[in-house]
């Protein structure tokens, strides 16, 4: 892995046109200073970090092929809060002597470094003073492995990529109609029968999801599970039907068997997984889910239920109870402001045909994630006539890169207290249409890319043109990784079907 970011990184530097006047870094920083000389890196250059600094300097020495230590010409140095406020704020300052990164948590300087790794061009690091922090708290990116399964390898190679970029939250959307794919110990069909892909099982083991897990936060990922109730069920309905409607496809409401189900699923979730969140999707349910249940019309006249948006508001409200009970905080799809979720659900809004649930909802007190289909679904085309899913996604036109930059997570007409309630950005990657790693790869970068230039970037106007001088290079990089990123209209020839 060392000796191909090595490659990549000197590809990155020859690619890089000569006229350009900053280096190609993505995401911008807010402020880069050129300065006169550069440092060298030599066989002898030691990265210095000491206590809490030292996981970040030996992770960059290794990076970089040096040796770490605690006296050495590239710094990583731990600041009070005073000086740097914001805990992924760094500021890092290159001249001809030193380097030297300062941040006041090991995020900062784990930010900083890969800002670091972007600057070096054959060696040498044009003396510069930047001083960066992000916008959002929230840098996202959601991979669908419930449809089509992508096993622990591949999402390893998706965690260094984010980490180069700066995102920091990882979903997995675990399940679905498809697939379950997460072992759960305490109910072994949801794996022996909900896994089964062409009559074999695939899913992550406990030990493999941990160390995913781990492998993620080593470099400040947090792995968010996402597991889908009331609807999107099919895969748990073929192994446990008596906990499902009829149709085998959404949880029964009315059985009071289903919430110990649930407690018992969420509670080894929560085990596994020790991000604050957890993710239960309800999204999607149809006004027919539940119709002619016998049950489900008893609970509806003993709790005054009128509709199947009260019904399932009564799930969730039983689901969200639950998931705090195990300390973790809800998160759910914008239905859920429809079905009254509990103030302290995080939001992710998609549905870009309902401007007023988003709107209810930042009025409401939710927390929010922006996750417009239009603007952030990355399994839809990126150019005309490329392959992609066929939905309300592609209003506006394909999800180009300069769709991307153009859009703000903010709505125009947000007032500052609105903001305050969106926590960030997230991009979803879904594969009812991508089965191979390699058309995985090409529907995720470089929009990937993309994402984190709006992510961590200051509210501002975007350089397209400007935005794809710098990130030619950086494709070229993730290609050297053994990554297929999309150059242009011509690589989508591969995964046209007629």
């Known amino acids: 892995m060392m000796f191909v970011r090595l490659v990549a990184l000197f590809l990155l530097a020859m690619a890089a046109e000569p006229a350009m006047a900053a280096p190609p870094l993505i995401p911008m920083p807010i402020s880069m200073i050129p300065n006169d000389g550069e440092f060298r890196i030599t066989d002898a250059t030691i990265v210095e970090g000491k206590r809490k600094a030292a996981p970040t300097a030996a992770y960059l020495a290794n990076s970089l092929g040096l040796k770490s230590g605690t006296r050495g010409t590239i710094r990583l140095k731990l600041v009070s809060k005073s000086v740097l406020p914001h805990p992924e704020a760094y500021r890092l300052n290159v001249t001809p002597r030193e380097v030297r990164i300062e941040a006041s948590d090991p995020r900062g300087l784990f930010y900083g470094a890969q800002t670091l790794w972007q600057l070096i061009d054959k060696r040498s690091i044009a003396a510069v003073d930047i001083r960066d922090e992000p916008r959002f708290?929230?840098?996202?990116?959601?991979?669908?492995?419930?449809?089509?399964?992508?096993?622990?390898?591949?999402?390893?190679?998706?965690?260094?990529?984010?980490?180069?970029?700066?995102?920091?939250?990882?979903?997995?959307?675990?399940?679905?109609?498809?697939?379950?794919?997460?072992?759960?110990?305490?109910?072994?069909?949801?794996?022996?029968?909900?896994?089964?892909?062409?009559?074999?099982?695939?899913?992550?083991?406990?030990?493999?999801?941990?160390?995913?897990?781990?492998?993620?936060?080593?470099?400040?990922?947090?792995?968010?599970?996402?597991?889908?109730?009331?609807?999107?069920?099919?895969?748990?309905?073929?192994?446990?039907?008596?906990?499902?409607?009829?149709?085998?496809?959404?949880?029964?409401?009315?059985?009071?068997?289903?919430?110990?189900?649930?407690?018992?699923?969420?509670?080894?979730?929560?085990?596994?997984?020790?991000?604050?969140?957890?993710?239960?999707?309800?999204d999607e349910v149809g006004d027919e889910t539940w119709v002619g249940m016998a049950a489900v019309d008893k609970l509806k006249a003993e709790h005054g239920l009128k509709s199947t948006d009260e019904v399932e508001a009564y799930f969730g409200r039983k689901v969200v109870a639950i998931i705090e009970s195990l300390g973790k905080r809800p998160m759910a799809w914008d239905e859920q402001v429809d079905a009254a979720a509990p103030k302290s659900v995080v939001i992710q809004w998609w549905r870009i045909g309902k401007p007023d649930v988003l709107r209810a909802a930042a009025n409401g007190g939710y927390d929010l994630v922006m996750s417009p289909a239009n603007q952030l679904y990355f399994d839809y085309p990126q150019g005309p006539g490329e392959p992609g899913a066929p939905w309300e996604g592609n209003q506006g036109g394909p999800q180009s890169i300069a769709k991307i930059l153009a859009w703000d997570p903010f709505p125009a007409d947000f007032t500052p207290a609105e903001e305050s309630h969106v926590l960030g950005v997230e991009a979803a990657v879904w594969t009812e249409f991508i089965e191979t790693e390699r058309y995985l790869q090409f529907m995720t970068f470089p929009r990937m890319l993309a994402l984190a230039e709006i992510a961590w970037r200051q509210k501002g106007a975007r350089d397209e043109k400007e935005f794809d001088a710098r990130l030619q290079p950086h494709i070229e990089g993730l290609r050297a990784r053994g990554i297929n990123a999309r150059r242009g209209e011509g690589d989508a020839y591969e995964f046209i079907t007629n």
């Open 137 to 282: 708290k929230w840098r996202g990116l959601l991979i669908d492995v419930a449809r089509h399964f992508f096993d622990k390898k591949q999402m390893v190679q998706i965690i260094d990529e984010m980490a180069a970029y700066k995102l920091n939250v990882l979903k997995l959307h675990l399940t679905d109609y498809q697939g379950w794919r997460i072992e759960i110990p305490a109910y072994p069909k949801l794996t022996e029968v909900g896994s089964l892909v062409d009559g074999k099982p695939r899913y992550f083991t406990t030990g493999e999801m941990q160390e995913i897990v781990k492998y993620a936060a080593d470099r400040h990922i947090m792995v968010v599970p996402e597991i889908e109730m009331p609807g999107h069920a099919g895969a748990a309905a073929r192994a446990y039907p008596e906990y499902f409607d009829e149709e085998g496809g959404a949880f029964n409401p009315a059985n009071p068997n289903t919430y110990d189900f649930v407690r018992g699923v969420l509670t080894e979730v929560a085990r596994i997984f020790p991000a604050p969140y957890l993710h239960f999707g309800g």
